[in-house]
Structure formats: structure tokens, C-alpha cells
């Protein structure tokens, strides 16, 4: 049997992740445990999305997490790692920058990718086959903080992708440009016009929370009129009566209304009634690639 400690980074818009995986793997194959998951609300997506760049106080809020995590990590005797930063540090002019003294701070590389390889390495995570059919199409849709994505699955299979400059903290701060919002809908009118997805797969903190909020079991999906009666219902309080009425945490109760928004647009244009949530995010994909690069 072999043991591994891997470690995943997941340096988002809205918030950090840092997820540390036990693996153990027999003739029979691996089982991955969680043996710790942290996150910090840090939103860099803030500064960026209005001023385009990452500022003193978050940049130094951001070395602060990720020396805690280069921490973290080696407490745990983690043996391989990978930190991923998204929109934010992709759209920041002080990305590269800060990233470098990261890595000079921390001992942390870290790797701006684009929405497609982020796409690809969640779909890595192996959990979308629990609920691709061969004989349907999906649409797999991640909200995050500054970006959406969306990939075009067939036959288990990735057919097209594309990502979109809307996220939930980008919506807060009315960054979100108007011809992005229709290069958004035309692509997904064209899309779904040619591919006819019959369901959605969700990902994204916020849709998990939601799942959560309205009660569902681990593959029970939500519908349409659901989200849609609880997007309603959020809509009309303050966010403290969010806080208060529904229990959320002070970084869930604003950036919950764009997300809901986002996936209900997409279901409208789409006409689709199903929405599938397999509770997985880039750190996972993370742990199972680097399995993957290591075994395969």
C-alpha cells in the first residue's frame, strides 16, 4: 500500500482554499480522505474588479494566509502540492508581483491559470461521472467570485467550454461589462440552440450552500422554481435579515444573490428544470491531478 499527502490551493476572486487529501492506494485503487480544508474570505476580487489591482491591506492579508498554509502543509507532512489563482490575480496589474513575493515569503509557487484549464482540472476530480448519462448533454457551470464557467459535456465527454467575466463579487461591485452580459447570453443561446443540454451540473460555494439551505440529499438536484422562490425570498431582505432569518455567514449573505442570479439566467436561456450539485470545487480536481500526474 502507498501512502500520499497532497495538498491543493485554490486562490479565488471571493476566497482561499487550502485542502490537505490523505491517499491511500491498493490493487483494488485509491481512497482519497480530507484530512483538513480551510478557508479565508479575503475577496480580492474587491480591488480588482474596480481599481485593477490587489491592495496593501488584502496583499499582505493574502502573504499572512498563504504563510499559514506553507504551515499548515508541512505539519501535515503534505508531499506534493499545487496552488492555482483564478480571476482576481489573473485580472490584477500586481498579480505577477505578489505571487512572486509569495513565493519569497512563503516558499508557495503559484500559477495563474485561465477559466478552461480550471474547468479541466475540476472535471479531473472524477465526481462529474457520477452524474453524466451517455445519452444526455450537459452544461457544467462553476460560479465563482470574478468568473463564470461553462463546459459543454457529451457522451462523457468535454465538447466546448468558454468562460465569462461574471462572477459574484464582479456583480457587487457593478464591474460586469455590459457586452460581456450579451457575449454571455448569445454564446449560451447558440450553444444550447446546437447541443440541447437536458440538465445542469452546479459548482461554486454558493449553489452548495444552497443545496444545503433547501434541504436536499447528496443526489437529489434542485429545480428551477426552487432557486427561483428562494432567490425571491433572499432578494427582498437586508443582508442583515439574511445573516439573521437564514443563518448564513457574513461572506455568504451578500454573494449569494448574483449567484443564484447567474444560475437562474442560465436555466432560463437553456429552458432547463434540472440542477445537479456534486459538492466539488478546484481543490478537489487539484488532489486528483496531481494523483493522477503521479500514478497515470
Same mark, same amino acid.
Given at each position: 500500500?502507498?501512502?500520499?499527502?497532497?495538498? @491543493?490551493?485554490?486562490? /479565488?476572486? %471571493?476566497?482561499? *482554499?487550502? $485542502?490537505?487529501?490523505?491517499?491511500?492506494? =491498493? @490493487?483494488?485503487?485509491?481512497?482519497?480522505? &480530507?484530512? !483538513?480544508? $480551510?478557508?479565508?474570505?479575503?475577496?480580492?476580487? +474587491?480591488?480588482?474588479? #474596480? &481599481?485593477?489591482?490587489?491592495?496593501?491591506?488584502?496583499?499582505? *492579508?493574502?502573504?499572512?494566509?498563504?504563510?499559514?498554509?506553507?504551515?499548515?502543509?508541512?505539519?501535515?507532512?503534505? #508531499? !506534493?502540492?499545487? @496552488?492555482? !489563482?483564478?480571476?482576481?490575480?489573473?485580472?490584477?496589474? %500586481?498579480?505577477?508581483?505578489?505571487?512572486?513575493?509569495?513565493?519569497? +515569503?512563503?516558499?508557495?509557487?503559484?500559477?495563474?491559470?485561465?477559466?478552461?484549464?480550471? !474547468?479541466?482540472?475540476?472535471?479531473?476530480?472524477?465526481?462529474?461521472?457520477?452524474?453524466?448519462?451517455?445519452?444526455?448533454?450537459?452544461?457544467?457551470?462553476?460560479?465563482? /467570485?470574478?468568473?463564470?464557467?461553462?463546459?459543454?459535456?457529451?457522451?462523457?465527454?468535454?465538447? #466546448?467550454? %468558454?468562460?465569462?467575466?461574471?462572477? =459574484?463579487?464582479?456583480?457587487?461591485?457593478? @464591474?460586469?461589462?455590459?457586452?460581456?452580459?450579451?457575449?454571455?447570453?448569445?454564446?449560451?443561446?447558440? =450553444?444550447?440552440?446546437?447541443?440541447?443540454?437536458?440538465?445542469?451540473?452546479?459548482?461554486? /460555494?454558493?449553489?452548495? &450552500?444552497?443545496?444545503?439551505?433547501?434541504?436536499?440529499?447528496?443526489? +437529489?438536484?434542485?429545480?428551477?422554481?426552487?432557486?427561483?422562490?428562494?432567490?425571491? #425570498?433572499?432578494?427582498? $431582505?437586508?443582508?442583515?435579515?439574511?445573516?439573521?432569518?437564514?443563518?448564513?455567514?457574513?461572506?455568504?449573505?451578500?454573494?449569494?444573490?448574483?449567484? $443564484?442570479?447567474?444560475?437562474?439566467?442560465?436555466?432560463?436561456?437553456?429552458?432547463?428544470?434540472?440542477?445537479?450539485?456534486?459538492?466539488?470545487?478546484?481543490?478537489?480536481?487539484?488532489?486528483?491531478?496531481?494523483?493522477?500526474? &503521479?500514478?497515470?
Amino acid at each position: 500500500m502507498n501512502t500520499d499527502i497532497f495538498g @491543493a490551493i485554490d486562490i /479565488g476572486s %471571493n476566497a482561499i *482554499r487550502l $485542502l490537505i487529501n490523505n491517499i491511500e492506494t =491498493t @490493487a483494488s485503487g485509491a481512497d482519497f480522505k &480530507k484530512v !483538513a480544508f $480551510l478557508r479565508v474570505p479575503i475577496r480580492l476580487g +474587491e480591488d480588482v474588479f #474596480t &481599481k485593477n489591482e490587489i491592495s496593501e491591506e488584502k496583499k499582505e *492579508r493574502l502573504i499572512e494566509a498563504m504563510q499559514g498554509f506553507s504551515h499548515i502543509m508541512k505539519s501535515y507532512g503534505v #508531499t !506534493a502540492y499545487r @496552488a492555482c !489563482a483564478t480571476s482576481a490575480m489573473r485580472d490584477a496589474e %500586481n498579480g505577477k508581483e505578489i505571487s512572486d513575493i509569495i513565493k519569497k +515569503e512563503s516558499g508557495i509557487k503559484i500559477e495563474i491559470i485561465n477559466g478552461q484549464e480550471e !474547468a479541466n482540472i475540476i472535471y479531473e476530480a472524477g465526481a462529474l461521472n457520477n452524474f453524466l448519462d451517455k445519452d444526455r448533454n450537459y452544461l457544467y457551470v462553476d460560479v465563482g /467570485g470574478g468568473s463564470t464557467e461553462i463546459v459543454v459535456y457529451g457522451n462523457q465527454q468535454l465538447i #466546448t467550454s %468558454n468562460s465569462f467575466q461574471m462572477g =459574484t463579487v464582479r456583480m457587487l461591485v457593478e @464591474a460586469v461589462k455590459e457586452d460581456e452580459e450579451e457575449r454571455f447570453e448569445s454564446w449560451l443561446k447558440d =450553444t444550447c440552440r446546437q447541443y440541447a443540454p437536458r440538465a445542469i451540473i452546479a459548482s461554486g /460555494g454558493n449553489i452548495n &450552500k444552497v443545496h444545503k439551505m433547501l434541504g436536499k440529499r447528496e443526489k +437529489e438536484f434542485l429545480t428551477y422554481d426552487e432557486i427561483k422562490t428562494l432567490y425571491d #425570498t433572499l432578494k427582498d $431582505l437586508s443582508y442583515e435579515e439574511r445573516i439573521q432569518d437564514f443563518k448564513l455567514n457574513t461572506y455568504r449573505a451578500d454573494v449569494i444573490i448574483p449567484a $443564484l442570479k447567474i444560475f437562474l439566467s442560465i436555466s432560463k436561456i437553456c429552458r432547463i428544470e434540472e440542477i445537479y450539485v456534486p459538492k466539488i470545487g478546484l481543490v478537489d480536481g487539484i488532489i486528483h491531478h496531481l494523483y493522477n500526474e &503521479k500514478y497515470r
